[in-house]
Protein backbone atom coordinates (compact mmCIF):
# COMPACT_ATOMS: atom_id res chain seq x y z
CA UNK A 1 0.00 0.00 0.00
CA UNK A 2 2.67 2.65 1.28
CA UNK A 3 4.77 1.88 -2.63
CA UNK A 4 1.59 2.70 -3.88
CA UNK A 5 1.22 5.78 -2.38
CA UNK A 6 4.65 6.74 -3.23
CA UNK A 7 4.18 5.72 -6.93
CA UNK A 8 1.14 7.77 -6.84
CA UNK A 9 2.74 11.13 -5.18
CA UNK A 10 6.08 10.63 -7.24
CA UNK A 11 3.16 10.67 -10.28
CA UNK A 12 1.42 13.32 -9.51
CA UNK A 13 4.39 15.82 -8.74
CA UNK A 14 6.06 14.70 -12.40
CA UNK A 15 2.09 15.64 -13.67
CA UNK A 16 2.72 19.07 -11.91
CA UNK A 17 6.01 20.02 -13.13
CA UNK A 18 5.20 18.86 -16.24
CA UNK A 19 2.12 21.02 -16.70
CA UNK A 20 3.86 24.12 -15.15
CA UNK A 21 6.57 23.94 -17.61
CA UNK A 22 4.10 23.42 -20.62
CA UNK A 23 2.00 26.10 -19.24
CA UNK A 24 4.98 28.16 -19.52
CA UNK A 25 5.96 27.38 -23.07
CA UNK A 26 2.82 27.40 -24.30
CA UNK A 27 2.24 31.45 -22.94
CA UNK A 28 5.31 32.72 -23.19
CA UNK A 29 5.36 36.43 -23.69
CA UNK A 30 8.29 37.25 -26.43
CA UNK A 31 8.46 41.13 -26.62
CA UNK A 32 9.10 43.07 -29.83
CA UNK A 33 10.22 46.15 -30.22
CA UNK A 34 9.24 47.63 -32.92
CA UNK A 35 11.91 49.82 -35.07
CA UNK A 36 11.54 52.77 -36.97
CA UNK A 37 10.05 51.99 -39.86
CA UNK A 38 7.32 50.00 -38.53
CA UNK A 39 4.06 52.30 -39.39
CA UNK A 40 1.66 49.71 -37.81
CA UNK A 41 0.79 46.02 -36.34
CA UNK A 42 -1.70 44.45 -38.05
CA UNK A 43 -2.99 40.46 -37.66
CA UNK A 44 -3.51 37.95 -40.56
CA UNK A 45 -7.04 38.02 -39.05
CA UNK A 46 -7.16 41.47 -40.65
CA UNK A 47 -7.10 39.23 -43.94
CA UNK A 48 -8.73 36.82 -43.57
CA UNK A 49 -11.97 37.50 -40.64
CA UNK A 50 -12.21 33.69 -39.46
CA UNK A 51 -8.69 33.27 -38.20
CA UNK A 52 -9.34 36.78 -36.02
CA UNK A 53 -8.88 35.61 -32.29
CA UNK A 54 -7.45 32.48 -33.43
CA UNK A 55 -3.95 31.58 -31.45
CA UNK A 56 -2.58 31.51 -35.32
CA UNK A 57 -3.65 35.42 -35.59
CA UNK A 58 -0.25 36.37 -36.05
CA UNK A 59 1.35 39.64 -35.91
CA UNK A 60 1.79 41.79 -39.38
CA UNK A 61 4.80 44.33 -38.66
CA UNK A 62 4.01 46.78 -41.56
CA UNK A 63 7.14 48.32 -42.94
CA UNK A 64 7.03 51.84 -44.82
CA UNK A 65 9.70 53.83 -46.69
CA UNK A 66 9.59 57.23 -47.24
CA UNK A 67 9.07 57.02 -51.29
CA UNK A 68 6.76 54.73 -52.79
CA UNK A 69 7.76 51.35 -54.25
CA UNK A 70 7.61 47.33 -53.93
CA UNK A 71 6.69 45.07 -51.73
CA UNK A 72 8.42 42.13 -49.80
CA UNK A 73 7.04 39.80 -47.19
CA UNK A 74 9.27 38.14 -44.69
CA UNK A 75 7.87 34.82 -43.27
CA UNK A 76 9.44 34.04 -40.13
CA UNK A 77 8.35 30.95 -37.89
CA UNK A 78 6.80 28.77 -40.31
CA UNK A 79 8.57 25.96 -39.19
CA UNK A 80 9.02 27.19 -35.62
CA UNK A 81 12.32 24.69 -34.57
CA UNK A 82 14.19 26.58 -37.20
CA UNK A 83 14.93 29.95 -35.12
CA UNK A 84 17.40 31.47 -37.19
CA UNK A 85 14.45 32.52 -39.43
CA UNK A 86 12.35 34.27 -36.32
CA UNK A 87 15.35 35.74 -35.48
CA UNK A 88 16.48 37.08 -38.94
CA UNK A 89 12.55 38.78 -38.69
CA UNK A 90 13.03 39.60 -35.76
CA UNK A 91 16.45 42.12 -36.60
CA UNK A 92 14.44 43.09 -39.28
CA UNK A 93 11.82 44.43 -37.33
CA UNK A 94 13.69 46.26 -34.35
CA UNK A 95 16.32 47.68 -37.13
CA UNK A 96 15.00 48.15 -40.28
CA UNK A 97 15.54 51.79 -42.23
CA UNK A 98 13.33 51.69 -45.14
CA UNK A 99 13.96 54.20 -47.68
CA UNK A 100 12.00 53.16 -50.38
CA UNK A 101 8.92 50.76 -50.37
CA UNK A 102 7.32 48.27 -47.84
CA UNK A 103 8.03 45.36 -45.96
CA UNK A 104 5.51 43.27 -44.17
CA UNK A 105 7.17 40.84 -41.52
CA UNK A 106 5.46 37.82 -40.22
CA UNK A 107 7.67 36.62 -37.13
CA UNK A 108 5.49 33.56 -35.84
CA UNK A 109 3.52 32.23 -39.37
CA UNK A 110 2.82 29.25 -37.28
CA UNK A 111 2.43 30.60 -33.90
CA UNK A 112 0.50 27.35 -32.74
CA UNK A 113 3.36 26.10 -33.95
CA UNK A 114 5.73 28.01 -31.59
CA UNK A 115 3.58 26.71 -28.45
CA UNK A 116 5.01 23.00 -28.21
CA UNK A 117 8.35 20.96 -29.05
CA UNK A 118 8.31 17.56 -30.99
CA UNK A 119 6.66 15.04 -28.98
CA UNK A 120 9.47 12.43 -28.46
CA UNK A 121 12.12 15.16 -30.03
CA UNK A 122 13.49 16.13 -25.86
CA UNK A 123 13.84 19.75 -27.50
CA UNK A 124 14.33 22.61 -24.80
CA UNK A 125 11.05 24.24 -24.08
CA UNK A 126 12.75 27.66 -24.80
CA UNK A 127 16.24 29.62 -25.31
CA UNK A 128 18.12 32.21 -24.40
CA UNK A 129 19.99 34.84 -26.48
CA UNK A 130 22.83 36.93 -25.00
CA UNK A 131 22.35 40.55 -25.00
CA UNK A 132 24.50 43.23 -23.29
CA UNK A 133 21.31 43.87 -21.37
CA UNK A 134 20.79 40.49 -19.63
CA UNK A 135 19.42 38.08 -22.37
CA UNK A 136 16.16 37.42 -24.48
CA UNK A 137 14.29 34.21 -23.91
CA UNK A 138 12.28 32.48 -27.24
CA UNK A 139 9.90 29.74 -27.49
CA UNK A 140 11.50 26.73 -29.05
CA UNK A 141 8.48 25.51 -30.74
CA UNK A 142 7.81 22.19 -33.33
CA UNK A 143 7.42 21.67 -36.91
CA UNK A 144 3.60 21.37 -36.74
CA UNK A 145 1.04 22.84 -35.21
CA UNK A 146 0.29 21.96 -31.37
CA UNK A 147 -1.93 19.24 -31.33
CA UNK A 148 -3.66 20.94 -28.75
CA UNK A 149 -5.51 23.62 -31.46
CA UNK A 150 -5.88 20.85 -34.14
CA UNK A 151 -6.83 17.34 -33.98
CA UNK A 152 -7.07 14.70 -34.83
CA UNK A 153 -4.88 14.65 -38.08
CA UNK A 154 -6.13 12.59 -40.52
CA UNK A 155 -5.52 8.76 -41.55
CA UNK A 156 -4.68 10.44 -45.08
CA UNK A 157 -3.96 13.91 -45.79
CA UNK A 158 -4.74 14.85 -49.22
CA UNK A 159 -3.32 18.76 -50.51
CA UNK A 160 -6.29 20.95 -51.21
CA UNK A 161 -6.19 21.43 -53.87
CA UNK A 162 -4.15 19.05 -55.78
CA UNK A 163 -5.53 16.18 -53.78
CA UNK A 164 -1.76 14.83 -53.77
CA UNK A 165 -1.23 12.52 -50.99
CA UNK A 166 0.82 13.53 -48.06
CA UNK A 167 2.10 12.14 -44.57
CA UNK A 168 -0.53 12.22 -42.53
CA UNK A 169 0.51 14.79 -39.84
CA UNK A 170 1.18 17.57 -42.70
CA UNK A 171 -2.06 18.30 -42.32
CA UNK A 172 -0.68 20.20 -39.38
CA UNK A 173 2.80 21.10 -41.25
CA UNK A 174 2.40 25.07 -42.64
CA UNK A 175 5.06 24.29 -45.65
CA UNK A 176 2.34 21.42 -46.74
CA UNK A 177 -0.47 23.45 -46.83
CA UNK A 178 0.15 26.18 -48.81
CA UNK A 179 -2.19 27.91 -50.87
CA UNK A 180 -4.69 26.97 -48.25
CA UNK A 181 -8.38 26.66 -47.98
CA UNK A 182 -11.12 28.93 -46.58
CA UNK A 183 -13.14 26.20 -44.95
CA UNK A 184 -10.06 23.62 -44.12
CA UNK A 185 -8.13 23.29 -40.74
CA UNK A 186 -6.54 25.73 -38.77
CA UNK A 187 -3.32 25.31 -40.16
CA UNK A 188 -5.16 25.56 -43.77
CA UNK A 189 -6.63 28.69 -42.77
CA UNK A 190 -3.77 30.29 -42.05
CA UNK A 191 -2.30 29.42 -45.56
CA UNK A 192 -4.74 30.86 -46.82
CA UNK A 193 -4.59 33.89 -44.96
CA UNK A 194 -0.94 33.89 -46.07
CA UNK A 195 -1.64 34.16 -49.37
CA UNK A 196 -4.98 36.86 -49.07
CA UNK A 197 -1.83 39.27 -47.28
CA UNK A 198 0.06 38.28 -50.61
CA UNK A 199 -2.90 39.11 -52.48
CA UNK A 200 -4.63 41.97 -51.03
CA UNK A 201 -1.05 43.58 -50.68
CA UNK A 202 0.15 42.96 -54.18
CA UNK A 203 3.64 41.38 -52.93
CA UNK A 204 6.45 41.14 -55.23
CA UNK A 205 8.23 38.88 -53.50
CA UNK A 206 8.32 36.61 -51.08
CA UNK A 207 10.51 35.15 -48.39
CA UNK A 208 10.14 32.04 -46.17
CA UNK A 209 12.99 31.86 -43.48
CA UNK A 210 13.90 27.87 -42.78
CA UNK A 211 16.72 25.87 -41.72
CA UNK A 212 17.49 22.18 -42.48
CA UNK A 213 19.35 19.22 -40.99
CA UNK A 214 22.52 18.36 -42.15
CA UNK A 215 21.27 14.87 -43.56
CA UNK A 216 19.12 16.73 -46.01
CA UNK A 217 19.67 17.52 -49.80
CA UNK A 218 18.04 20.94 -49.98
CA UNK A 219 20.30 22.70 -47.73
CA UNK A 220 22.61 26.14 -47.69
CA UNK A 221 20.50 27.05 -50.96
CA UNK A 222 17.43 29.16 -51.95
CA UNK A 223 14.93 27.55 -53.40
CA UNK A 224 13.22 29.37 -56.18
CA UNK A 225 9.41 28.97 -58.37
CA UNK A 226 10.39 29.41 -61.91
CA UNK A 227 9.72 33.29 -62.02
CA UNK A 228 11.83 33.84 -59.06
CA UNK A 229 15.05 31.77 -60.99
CA UNK A 230 16.67 34.68 -62.40
CA UNK A 231 16.48 36.27 -59.05
CA UNK A 232 17.77 33.83 -57.11
CA UNK A 233 20.39 32.93 -59.14
CA UNK A 234 22.29 36.61 -59.33
CA UNK A 235 21.69 36.45 -55.55
CA UNK A 236 23.49 33.51 -55.12
CA UNK A 237 26.33 34.47 -57.56
CA UNK A 238 26.92 38.05 -55.47
CA UNK A 239 26.57 36.33 -52.13
CA UNK A 240 28.76 33.37 -52.88
CA UNK A 241 31.60 36.10 -54.55
CA UNK A 242 30.70 38.94 -51.82
CA UNK A 243 29.52 38.00 -48.47
CA UNK A 244 31.70 35.48 -47.38
CA UNK A 245 29.35 32.36 -47.77
CA UNK A 246 28.13 30.35 -50.20
CA UNK A 247 24.87 29.55 -50.79
CA UNK A 248 23.08 27.29 -53.94
CA UNK A 249 20.05 27.49 -55.70
CA UNK A 250 17.09 25.03 -56.63
CA UNK A 251 14.21 25.14 -58.60
CA UNK A 252 11.06 24.51 -56.87
CA UNK A 253 9.69 21.07 -58.16
CA UNK A 254 6.40 20.98 -59.30
CA UNK A 255 5.39 17.54 -58.50
CA UNK A 256 5.71 18.04 -54.73
CA UNK A 257 2.60 20.25 -53.59
CA UNK A 258 2.28 22.20 -50.12
CA UNK A 259 5.10 24.12 -50.31
CA UNK A 260 5.33 27.64 -50.08
CA UNK A 261 7.81 28.21 -52.98
CA UNK A 262 5.65 26.37 -55.35
CA UNK A 263 2.28 27.05 -54.08
CA UNK A 264 2.53 30.68 -53.14
CA UNK A 265 4.29 31.68 -56.39
CA UNK A 266 1.41 29.69 -58.24
CA UNK A 267 -1.28 30.90 -56.34
CA UNK A 268 -0.89 34.57 -56.43
CA UNK A 269 1.64 37.14 -58.42
CA UNK A 270 4.62 37.44 -56.23
CA UNK A 271 7.90 35.83 -56.84
CA UNK A 272 8.55 32.96 -54.38
CA UNK A 273 11.79 32.02 -52.69
CA UNK A 274 12.50 29.72 -49.57
CA UNK A 275 15.62 30.15 -48.01
CA UNK A 276 17.63 27.02 -46.38
CA UNK A 277 20.25 27.10 -43.64
CA UNK A 278 21.85 24.34 -42.02
CA UNK A 279 20.38 23.53 -38.32
CA UNK A 280 22.55 20.40 -36.93
CA UNK A 281 20.24 20.38 -33.68
CA UNK A 282 17.62 18.93 -36.36
CA UNK A 283 19.59 15.92 -37.43
CA UNK A 284 19.14 12.37 -36.50
CA UNK A 285 22.26 11.17 -35.45
CA UNK A 286 22.54 14.17 -33.18
CA UNK A 287 23.90 13.68 -29.67
CA UNK A 288 22.03 15.61 -26.72
CA UNK A 289 19.13 17.78 -28.17
CA UNK A 290 19.76 20.66 -25.48
CA UNK A 291 20.20 24.55 -25.59
CA UNK A 292 23.65 24.16 -26.19
CA UNK A 293 23.38 22.18 -29.41
CA UNK A 294 20.66 24.82 -30.56
CA UNK A 295 22.89 27.48 -30.09
CA UNK A 296 26.62 26.37 -30.98
CA UNK A 297 25.73 23.95 -33.44
CA UNK A 298 28.52 21.87 -32.62
CA UNK A 299 27.75 18.04 -32.42
CA UNK A 300 30.91 15.44 -32.21
CA UNK A 301 28.00 12.94 -33.94
CA UNK A 302 26.96 15.02 -36.73
CA UNK A 303 30.58 15.37 -37.53
CA UNK A 304 31.54 12.13 -37.29
CA UNK A 305 28.66 11.21 -39.77
CA UNK A 306 30.28 14.16 -41.97
CA UNK A 307 33.06 12.09 -41.73
CA UNK A 308 31.42 8.52 -43.48
CA UNK A 309 29.81 11.06 -45.72
CA UNK A 310 26.06 11.02 -44.92
CA UNK A 311 25.78 14.77 -45.13
CA UNK A 312 24.84 17.06 -47.59
CA UNK A 313 26.69 20.05 -46.48
CA UNK A 314 30.42 20.40 -44.47
CA UNK A 315 30.37 20.45 -40.36
CA UNK A 316 33.61 20.65 -38.66
CA UNK A 317 34.31 21.73 -34.61
CA UNK A 318 33.26 24.97 -35.10
CA UNK A 319 29.84 23.79 -36.45
CA UNK A 320 26.82 26.27 -37.49
CA UNK A 321 26.17 28.97 -34.59
CA UNK A 322 23.04 30.74 -34.24
CA UNK A 323 24.80 33.83 -35.41
CA UNK A 324 26.07 32.05 -38.66
CA UNK A 325 22.68 30.97 -39.74
CA UNK A 326 21.08 34.34 -38.65
CA UNK A 327 23.53 36.33 -40.88
CA UNK A 328 23.24 34.08 -43.71
CA UNK A 329 19.68 35.00 -43.84
CA UNK A 330 19.81 38.85 -43.34
CA UNK A 331 22.27 39.17 -46.06
CA UNK A 332 20.47 36.67 -48.52
CA UNK A 333 17.40 39.28 -48.16
CA UNK A 334 19.27 42.07 -48.37
CA UNK A 335 20.78 41.01 -51.71
CA UNK A 336 17.96 39.94 -53.34
CA UNK A 337 15.92 43.20 -52.00
CA UNK A 338 19.43 45.21 -54.08
CA UNK A 339 19.47 42.62 -57.18
CA UNK A 340 15.57 43.28 -57.31
CA UNK A 341 15.83 47.16 -56.53
CA UNK A 342 17.93 47.89 -59.40
CA UNK A 343 15.75 45.83 -61.58
CA UNK A 344 12.75 47.50 -60.84
CA UNK A 345 13.53 50.80 -59.64
CA UNK A 346 9.83 51.54 -59.75
CA UNK A 347 9.05 48.72 -56.82
CA UNK A 348 11.99 48.80 -55.14
CA UNK A 349 12.86 48.19 -51.24
CA UNK A 350 15.52 49.86 -50.17
CA UNK A 351 16.83 49.32 -46.80
CA UNK A 352 19.45 50.10 -44.65
CA UNK A 353 20.18 49.80 -40.44
CA UNK A 354 19.97 45.60 -41.02
CA UNK A 355 23.16 43.84 -40.14
CA UNK A 356 24.75 41.44 -42.74
CA UNK A 357 26.45 37.57 -42.38
CA UNK A 358 30.33 39.37 -41.21
CA UNK A 359 28.02 42.10 -38.72
CA UNK A 360 26.02 39.33 -37.10
CA UNK A 361 28.79 37.17 -36.92
CA UNK A 362 31.31 39.22 -35.38
CA UNK A 363 28.93 41.02 -32.95
CA UNK A 364 26.13 38.09 -32.57
CA UNK A 365 22.53 37.98 -32.89
CA UNK A 366 21.90 39.72 -29.07
CA UNK A 367 23.96 42.97 -30.34
CA UNK A 368 20.69 43.63 -32.77
CA UNK A 369 17.80 42.86 -29.97
CA UNK A 370 16.38 45.64 -28.13
CA UNK A 371 15.44 46.10 -24.68
CA UNK A 372 12.01 46.26 -24.15
CA UNK A 373 12.86 47.75 -20.86
CA UNK A 374 14.45 50.72 -22.55
CA UNK A 375 11.13 52.13 -25.02
CA UNK A 376 7.09 52.95 -23.61
CA UNK A 377 5.61 49.85 -22.80
CA UNK A 378 2.88 51.10 -25.07
CA UNK A 379 5.40 51.01 -27.97
CA UNK A 380 5.33 47.20 -27.16
CA UNK A 381 4.27 44.00 -29.50
CA UNK A 382 4.05 40.22 -28.10
CA UNK A 383 4.37 36.93 -30.20
Not at 96 to 117: C, D, K, Y
Request: aromatic share 8%.
Amino acid sequence: MMRKLVSAAIGTALAVFAGISFHHSRHLREPVVPGPAVSRVATLGDYFAPLKGTINDANIYILEGKEPGGTVLLLGGTHPEEPAGRLAAWIFAENAELRQGRILLVLSANRSGTTATRIGGAYPADFTIPTAWGGQTFRMGDRWSNPLDQWPDPEVYLHYPSRQQLAYVDIRNLNRCFPGRPDGLLTERTCYAICELIRREKVDIEIDFHEAELQYPVISTIVAHERGADLAAAASMFISSLEGFAIGVENSPKALRGLSHREIGDATGAISLLLEAPEPFLDATRGRTDRRLLLTGRDPFVVRAGRRGLLFEKIDEKGWPIDVRVGRHTSTVLQVLEIWSGDHPDRAVVVAGVPRYAEVVEKGTGAFLKDPKSVDPGRLSFE
